[in-house]
């Protein structure tokens, strides 16, 4: 069913996941009814974007603990003075960029996040646009034999994988201390708590194999879910201005920071929401 509010205006981005929510002034209070309904169209559009947002930290960090609680990402230092912020930066002399690989954020945690908010500080001229894709959709459209072969399975979610793939910031790995590596095994077909759909939970910076079989094993199924999992027909393509505010479903969507902007600054900041144990 259609979400409707007459706080806002819900604009599709694509046909398949996103929606803008046009006429709310974040930097001002909501009432319960805005939140519920800012909700309700999270869970129905997984991604919901907010434009022209002037918020400060604190406004920022009020407003994600109206949706959830804000959590801590393991491998970037938060900001100083709100360590629930993270800075997600690409600065000009850099090649890499911040997760620049489909991924669902955190899924080597035991309890990876419910939801990921982005507010643009600092956007290049061009480019730095991010991709999102529809995880309910990727599962709906498997063959009833691939689902029952994936319905039982687990697959382990490991962060090294990332390290292989150079998604993190050159300058974030000069300044770690250590390496630290964290793994998780969850589902490979996942039931969200609140919609009850299912959703395939593998994505390619993460996903090392299925349990109790070898890397090489999984190796053929896992690449052909990775590429069915982003066709077009499922995903939307978010251009970011300063101000812009998205927050996504990290639970049954994958998202992607396109790598076009070198020499360019781009700064954001993230807050995660803390989730549950997937099932």
Same mark, same amino acid.
């Given at each position: 069913m259609a979400v409707s509010s007459p706080r806002f205006e819900v604009r599709p981005l694509s046909a398949a996941i996103g929606a803008e929510l046009i006429g709310?002034?974040?930097?001002q209070p909501l009432t319960d009814d805005d939140i519920r309904d800012v909700r309700a169209a999270w869970l129905e559009h997984l991604v919901v974007v907010f434009r022209d947002q002037g918020l400060t930290s604190e406004q920022y960090l009020a407003f994600a603990r109206r949706l959830g609680e804000p959590g801590h990402y393991p491998f970037v230092a938060g900001l100083n003075e709100h360590?629930?912020?993270?800075?997600?930066?690409?600065?000009?002399?850099?090649?890499?960029?911040?997760?620049?690989i489909w991924h669902t954020d955190t899924a080597y945690l035991p309890q990876p996040p419910s939801a990921s908010m982005l507010l643009a500080r600092v956007? %290049?001229?061009? !480019?730095?646009?991010?991709?999102?894709? =529809?995880?309910?959709?990727a599962y709906e459209t498997l063959s009833p034999e691939l689902k029952a072969t994936l319905e039982p399975l687990q697959a382990?979610?490991?962060?090294?994988?990332?390290?292989?793939?150079?998604?993190?910031?050159?300058?974030?790995?000069?300044?770690a201390p250590k390496k630290q590596?964290?793994?998780?095994?969850?589902?490979?077909?996942?039931?969200? %708590?609140?919609? !009850?759909?299912?959703?395939?939970?593998? =994505?390619v910076a993460h996903t090392s194999h299925f349990e109790g079989q070898t890397q090489e094993e999984s190796k053929p199924v896992l690449q052909e879910l990775f590429a069915h999992q982003v066709q077009p027909q499922f995903t939307c393509r978010l251009r970011w201005e300063v101000g812009t505010l998205a927050i996504w479903d990290n639970r049954c969507t994958?998202?992607?920071?396109?790598?076009?902007?070198?020499?360019?600054h781009r700064l954001m900041h993230r807050i995660t929401l803390n989730g549950d144990t997937p099932t």
């Amino acid at each position: 069913m259609a979400v409707s509010s007459p706080r806002f205006e819900v604009r599709p981005l694509s046909a398949a996941i996103g929606a803008e929510l046009i006429g709310l002034d974040l930097t001002q209070p909501l009432t319960d009814d805005d939140i519920r309904d800012v909700r309700a169209a999270w869970l129905e559009h997984l991604v919901v974007v907010f434009r022209d947002q002037g918020l400060t930290s604190e406004q920022y960090l009020a407003f994600a603990r109206r949706l959830g609680e804000p959590g801590h990402y393991p491998f970037v230092a938060g900001l100083n003075e709100h360590p629930e912020i993270i800075a997600v930066e690409k600065l000009p002399g850099e090649r890499n960029n911040f997760g620049g690989i489909w991924h669902t954020d955190t899924a080597y945690l035991p309890q990876p996040p419910s939801a990921s908010m982005l507010l643009a500080r600092v956007v %290049p001229p061009e !480019g730095g646009d991010t991709e999102f894709a =529809n995880m309910y959709e990727a599962y709906e459209t498997l063959s009833p034999e691939l689902k029952a072969t994936l319905e039982p399975l687990q697959a382990r979610q490991c962060s090294a994988l990332a390290d292989v793939s150079r998604t993190r910031s050159d300058r974030v790995a000069h300044e770690a201390p250590k390496k630290q590596s964290f793994e998780a095994t969850h589902p490979v077909v996942r039931t969200h %708590p609140e919609t !009850g759909r299912k959703s395939l939970y593998v =994505n390619v910076a993460h996903t090392s194999h299925f349990e109790g079989q070898t890397q090489e094993e999984s190796k053929p199924v896992l690449q052909e879910l990775f590429a069915h999992q982003v066709q077009p027909q499922f995903t939307c393509r978010l251009r970011w201005e300063v101000g812009t505010l998205a927050i996504w479903d990290n639970r049954c969507t994958l998202h992607n920071p396109i790598n076009d902007y070198h020499g360019h600054h781009r700064l954001m900041h993230r807050i995660t929401l803390n989730g549950d144990t997937p099932t």
